[in-house]
């Protein structure tokens, strides 16, 4: 089973529409979780990190579920600067490297 | 704001030969780490470092190694490059195992 899971997609919407991704993580020990956004022949940057409360920055709410390891990305009032590739990403412990999902692609269209 | 940047956006060599991929952080950042991205396989770690002269390997190191003689520069090396190795490679530097920061990425095809 590989350790972090998610949809390729594409997930192809238009602008306006609310969607969601969904990512699955294999090791119960993890302990931090983030949504990095890379955009075609760019290098990916921090979205934002998950909390276990859930947290929202605009248009964009996470939520994690520990118990079904289980973290999920909602974007509300798609743009179309908001296509990208979304990548799901834990931590196990402090001191290791992070681990990256292959990545949900989003194309929104007008 | 953090750069990080590495030395060729582009490159091309042949079978055989030794490459070095050059990536320099100004953060002061402990954490360094090397990736090769490629499609339908996502980002994967080759190397790692915590410190100067320490390194760790990642989950695909066979054929790689690493330089980290100074804190802000971490090099990746190419022995005996092959066709196989034939990717975008991305470094990262980090002040916590928490957000890194990618550097532009080199692509590399080797022929």
């Known amino acids: 089973r590989k350790e972090v899971e998610q949809d390729p997609g594409p997930f192809n919407v238009p602008e306006g529409a609310t969607v969601a991704f969904n990512c699955t993580y294999s090791?119960?020990?993890?302990?931090?979780f983030f949504w990095y956004r890379q955009d075609c022949r760019k290098e990916p940057k921090l979205l934002m990190s998950?909390?276990?409360s859930g947290n929202e920055d605009g248009r964009f709410t996470a939520q994690l579920n520990r118990a079904s390891q289980y973290i999920s990305l909602l974007i509300r009032d798609s743009k179309l600067s908001d296509s990208a590739t979304y990548l799901c990403?834990?931590?196990?412990?402090?001191?290791?490297?992070?681990?990256f999902g292959k990545g949900t692609t989003l194309s929104v269209s007008s | 704001d953090v750069k990080v940047t590495q030395s060729s956006r582009y490159l091309v060599k042949r079978t055989g030969e030794k490459v070095f991929l050059e990536c320099v952080q100004d953060?002061?950042?402990?954490?360094m780490f090397w990736y090769r991205q490629d499609p339908g396989l996502g980002l994967r770690l080759i190397y790692f470092?915590?410190?100067?002269?320490?390194?760790e390997k990642g989950d695909i190191p066979e054929g790689y190694s690493v330089s980290r003689e100074k804190k802000e520069r971490f090099s990746l090396i190419l022995e005996s490059a092959s066709t196989n190795q034939t990717s975008m490679y991305l470094c990262?530097?980090?002040?916590?195992?928490?957000?890194?920061?990618f550097g532009p990425g080199t692509r590399l095809t080797v022929t």
């Open positions: 990262a530097s980090s002040l916590s195992p928490t957000e890194q920061y």
């Open positions: 090791n119960s020990a993890s302990q931090s």
């Open positions: 998950v909390y276990s």
């Open positions: 990403v834990v931590n196990h412990q402090a001191g290791t490297a992070l681990i």
């Open positions: 953060m002061d950042h402990e954490n």
């Open positions: 470092s915590y410190d100067v002269k320490m390194k």
